[in-house]
């Protein structure tokens, strides 16, 4: 399964981005996705997960309550909606696809990764 993650730019404090993963190849079309990131100098980290059906979701508490993940299975894309940004949100924006179904926090379970897409969030 390919992935590629687009969307990212720059953007200012409280502003929003929508960030986009499109599956190609074996799209584990009804199987976890999740999005994470890794800003310089620090260890990739979890953002959101969604579950197969996309009838389950988990965020890290850092997001909650400002970023929506959701899923089109028609489309194989999976999104990162990202309101209220701060600059602390500041990364290289991961998304990732297990074969798993349930929602999964841990980087380790996932068994593809996409490029990243770098979201710059300005002060």
């Known amino acids: 399964v390919q992935l590629q993650a687009s969307g990212g730019g720059l953007v200012q404090a409280g502003g929003s981005l929508r960030l986009s993963c499109a599956a190609s190849g074996r799209t584990f079309s009804s199987n976890t996705k999740g999005w994470f990131r890794q800003a310089p100098g620090t260890e990739r980290e979890f953002v959101a997960s969604?579950?197969?059906?996309?009838?389950?979701?988990d965020y890290a508490d850092s997001v909650k309550g400002r970023f929506t993940i959701s899923r089109d299975n028609a489309k194989n894309t999976v999104y990162l909606q990202m309101n209220s940004l701060k600059p602390e949100d500041t990364a290289v924006y991961y998304c990732a696809a297990s074969r798993a179904r349930t929602v999964i926090t841990s980087p380790r379970e996932y068994d593809y990764w996409g490029q990243g897409t770098l979201v710059t969030v300005s002060s």
């Open positions: 969604i579950s197969g059906s996309g009838g389950s979701t």
